[in-house]
Antibody
Framework: EVQLVESGGGVVQPGGSLRLSCAAS????????MHWVRQAPGKGLEWVSL????????YYADSVKGRFTISRDNSKNSLYLQMNSLRTEDTALYYC??????????WGQGTLVTVSS | SYVLTQPPSVSVAPGQTARITCGGN??????VHWYQQKPGQAPVLVVY???DRPSGIPERFSGSNSGNTATLTISRVEAGDEADYYC?????????FGGGTKLTVL
């Protein structure tokens, strides 16, 4: 069974940092690009970042460019999101998702990040 | 950046047909994908590549895409279809979601 499990969320002060992780299982991890998508409380989905299967290409939404870094460790079947200079508007449930062609075929259950003083 | 526009809400009686639109500039030239999100749950893909269904998704879910509008159609709506629905496209190395539509089953 394909499974994605996020972790690492929590409460952090504005300007702080947090590292999210996503553990993947049930598929050949390095064959697939992976994404982070977030959802602020009561709001819609917002795409955050994408990394290619080999980790060589990364893309970011303008809202997080220069502050967030996506990475992966294919030997550990894991995806990461390093979040620096966090702002209150980064408060959201963060999902990792597996890309299939041009859509997101599998999603995790999300990890909650709260940025508050 | 590319913008996808969805109506905030759509209401339909059980057994009727719900149509949820997703507007974008020349969206017909792109592949559109649709996700269903029920309260407290992660999104689930219900239609990909405009009109294809993943395995396990009922035939009641269908999609179309032409011109400036893509449409998700849900036939014979059931109470269990009540959820938020999001369209999504890929544009210039960026992934774009619509604002979401809340489907209410009356």
């Amino acid at each position: 069974e394909v499974q994605l499990v996020e972790s690492g969320g929590g409460v952090v002060q504005p300007g702080g940092s947090l590292r999210l992780s996503c553990a993947a299982s049930g598929f050949t991890f390095d064959d697939y690009a992976m994404h982070w998508v977030r959802q602020a409380p009561g709001k819609g989905l917002e795409w955050v970042s994408l990394i290619s299967g080999d980790g060589g290409s990364t893309y970011y939404a303008d809202s997080v460019k220069g502050r967030f870094t996506i990475s992966r460790d294919n030997s550990k079947n894991s995806l990461y999101l390093q979040m620096n200079s966090l702002r209150t508007e980064d408060t959201a449930l963060y999902y990792c998702a597996k890309q299939i062609q041009l859509w997101l075929g599998v999603w995790g259950q999300g990890t909650l990040v709260t940025v508050s003083s | 950046s590319y913008v996808l526009t969805q109506p905030p809400s759509v209401s339909v009686a059980p057994g009727q047909t719900a149509r949820i639109t997703c507007g974008g500039n020349n969206i017909g030239s792109k592949s559109v994908h649709w996700y269903q999100q029920k309260p407290g749950q992660a999104p689930v893909l219900v239609v990909y590549d405009d009109s294809d269904r993943p395995s396990g998704i009922p035939e009641r879910f269908s999609g179309s895409n032409s011109g400036n509008t893509a449409t998700l159609t849900i036939s014979r709506v059931e109470a269990g279809d009540e959820a938020d629905y999001y369209c999504q496209v890929w544009d210039s190395s960026s992934w774009v979601f619509g604002g979401g539509t809340k489907l209410t089953v009356l």
